[in-house]
């Protein structure tokens, strides 16, 4: 029986009045009989019944509970709930990776004839799916500049069902105006749909500012460790409660009930992490902002940032993400690559250990010149992920490297 469901709505200690640091850290458990303090990793691929009938009931719908792992099991169950919880979504479907997650909310919500518009300076893999993959199907995508809100308004058709984007953007750190963009959606019956990646929960709430579904890649800052690919849908009890779970059920990329457990603990320390990497991005951000060898940086916490105002009043801190441009193309962004030490050269991010990568030939190397062109990822830019460690070291990391220009 549940812990947490001895108490009423009226009670203050019930679960849903909770703050977001007690969600994170309580939210979705259920002990056994066991009394188990930590959530128990339910590594069975189905479950029994007392009786026919009992089974009936299930595979009917008529008595929930769990049924087959694809779809329902116990840890994957708690994962969501507490991520539904610190998302303030009703609903939650947890997915292999971030990829099926944006599948799962494509092909589950859309069909032949739909529109989507997107940002142009999307994740490489989303990008690709929506040009290369997602129109075979028979639903277009038109791309548009991520902060020029004419141009969404422009791109919206009858058939329009989804405006899709990331804020803050990979890896130019672009902030859109959700609420805005959420108004746009709701007058022409169309979902909003935000990849909170950057952010997480602990520092923007897109279903607050009018976003109807969250896509999460739980690979990133959600396990915080760089160990387990995961993703999650988050939304309203309707479209991802049903729709979204039908596709799962029926199509099956489904979350491991271990990945479910390793981001479910990493959920634990989200905020505290994610005040880490904030003050650590923050001070390299400025302190990259006056090195020589920086032509340009992007992080929405600088003065300069367009959208600096915007991101101050819609996100609580400004992330872990810093990417910068280094004088001289291709050869020097490698070159300050290759100069680090202590830095990971890897394309992850959202990882305890720092992470450096050039997006145009990692992130974003299968996207055409064009899209590249067009979401103005150059072959100079390079992108830090600001990990734990102390930030004197990665300072000190990315200084040796960018001497390595003079
Ligand atoms: C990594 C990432 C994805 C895809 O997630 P996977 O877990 O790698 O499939 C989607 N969106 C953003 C912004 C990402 O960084």
């Known amino acids: 029986m549940s812990d947490q469901g001895d108490s009423h709505h009226?009670?203050?200690r019930h679960p849903s009045h909770w703050a977001p640091a007690t969600r994170a850290v309580r939210a979705g458990q259920t002990r056994g009989l066991e009394?188990?303090?930590?959530?128990?990793i339910y590594a069975s691929s189905s479950f029994t019944y007392r009786s026919a009938a009992e089974a009936a009931a299930r595979f009917s719908g008529e008595s929930p509970g769990?049924?087959?792992?694809?779809?329902?099991?116990?840890?994957?169950r708690t994962f969501e709930q507490r991520l539904a919880a610190l998302e303030g979504a009703e609903a939650c479907v947890a997915t292999a990776s971030g990829m099926s997650a944006v599948l799962a909310a494509t092909l589950g919500l859309l069909r032949a004839?739909?529109?989507i518009v997107a940002s142009s300076g999307l994740f490489g893999a989303t990008a690709s799916l929506f040009a290369n993959y997602l129109p075979r199907y028979g639903i277009e995508v038109t791309t548009v500049p991520l902060t020029d809100l004419q141009a969404w308004s422009d791109a919206m058709r009858p058939q329009t069902r989804m405006l899709f984007l990331e804020t803050p953007s990979n890896p130019l750190t672009e902030v859109?105006?959700?609420?805005?963009?959420?108004?746009?959606?709701?007058?022409?019956?169309a979902w909003l749909a935000v990849d909170n990646c950057f952010c997480t929960p602990a520092l923007q709430?897109?279903?607050?500012?009018?976003?109807?579904?969250?896509?999460?890649?739980?690979t990133k800052y959600l396990d915080g460790q760089g160990r387990c690919i995961g993703g999650a849908v988050c939304g309203d009890a309707q479209v991802v409660g049903e729709q979204v779970f039908g596709f799962l059920r029926t199509a099956g990329p489904s979350m491991s009930p271990f990945n479910a457990w390793v981001f479910l603990k990493g959920l634990e320390t989200l905020a505290l992490r994610m005040e880490a990497h904030c003050r650590s991005a923050s001070e390299l951000a400025h302190w990259l902002e006056e090195h020589p060898a920086v032509e340009r940086v992007f992080y929405p916490g600088l003065a300069r940032h367009p959208q600096h105002a915007l991101a101050a009043r819609q996100q609580s801190a400004f992330g872990g993400i810093v990417s910068f441009e280094v004088r001289g193309g291709r050869d020097a962004a490698?070159?300050?690559?290759?100069?680090?030490?202590?830095l990971s050269i890897t394309a992850n991010l959202g990882d305890a250990k720092s992470t450096i990568t050039h997006p145009a030939t990692t992130t974003h190397g299968r996207n055409t010149p064009e899209q590249r062109a067009a979401a103005g990822i150059t072959e100079s830019l390079v992108r830090v992920s600001v990990g734990l460690e102390a930030v004197a070291d990665i300072r000190a990391d990315l200084d040796a490297a960018l001497s390595a220009l003079a």
């Open 205 to 218: 709430r897109p279903l607050e500012l009018g976003a109807d579904l969250v896509i999460h890649s739980a």
């Open 113 to 115: 004839g739909d529109h």
């Open 35 to 40: 009394q188990e303090q930590s959530e128990p």
């Open 66 to 76: 769990n049924i087959y792992s694809r779809f329902t099991n116990p840890t994957v």
């Open 334 to 342: 490698w070159r300050v690559i290759d100069n680090t030490r202590l």
């Open 176 to 189: 859109a105006d959700i609420a805005a963009l959420a108004d746009l959606a709701r007058g022409q019956g």
């Open 10 to 12: 009226d009670d203050p």
